[in-house]
């Protein structure tokens, strides 16, 4: 069910997703498997916050959160702290508990070289950044996240970033640097 919920989550399919990780999560006491529950929950959130359903989102983040710190789980209690982070940023505008949650996070992914959230987390920062229109720092912090990316070949979240990049670097009035990160996004 978890495999088949991702699959209908990279089609686009939310809801389908949704049902399908809630079908799982249903059945999680059938085995004693921690961090599949935490992977459930966490695939569940990620959904459901697709979905624009944040209160419900939060709530399997949360307990995702909970047990990965119960049970040491470094790397999932990074992509909770991260998914969490999203949830404030897109649904509340609350960018000082957003930027609070993945400074959380990207401890966790350090710990565990977690790489893929490390990425994704400094996209996420300088979104925030961007969003205070403090256009420097969002570059900066991008360009931190575009090395990750690119020393793991991340290419379809280093594509995300050129593009990001791009428009920060058009805040700032740098025109080249705007058309080459447009063109390498």
Not at 29 to 37: I, K
Not at 64 to 70: D, H
Not at 159 to 172: I, P, S, T
């Amino acid at each position: 069910k978890v495999g088949l919920g991702q699959i209908y989550d990279a089609l686009g399919d939310e809801q389908s997703a949704v049902l399908l990780h809630q079908a799982a999560a249903e059945r999680i006491h059938e085995v004693n498997d921690p961090y599949l529950e935490a992977k459930i929950q966490i695939n569940l959130g990620v959904n459901l916050l697709k979905s624009q359903r944040f209160t419900e989102a939060k709530m399997a983040l949360e307990r995702a959160l909970a047990l990965c710190l119960a049970q040491h789980f470094a790397d999932y209690t990074a992509e909770s702290y991260y998914r969490l982070a999203e949830i404030e940023l897109h649904s509340n505008g609350q960018l000082d508990q957003a930027m609070d949650l993945l400074a959380l996070a990207l401890q966790y992914a350090q710990q565990v070289g977690y790489h893929w959230a490390e990425a994704n987390i400094y996209s996420c920062k300088a979104e925030i950044y961007a969003r205070r229109e403090e256009w420097l720092n969002a570059l900066n912090t991008i360009h931190q996240g575009q090395d990750i990316a690119v020393d793991n070949h991340f290419s379809h979240i280093l594509m995300r970033q050129h593009l990001a990049a791009a428009g920060y670097a058009e805040k700032l009035y740098n025109t080249p640097l705007a058309l080459a990160e447009f063109k390498a996004g």
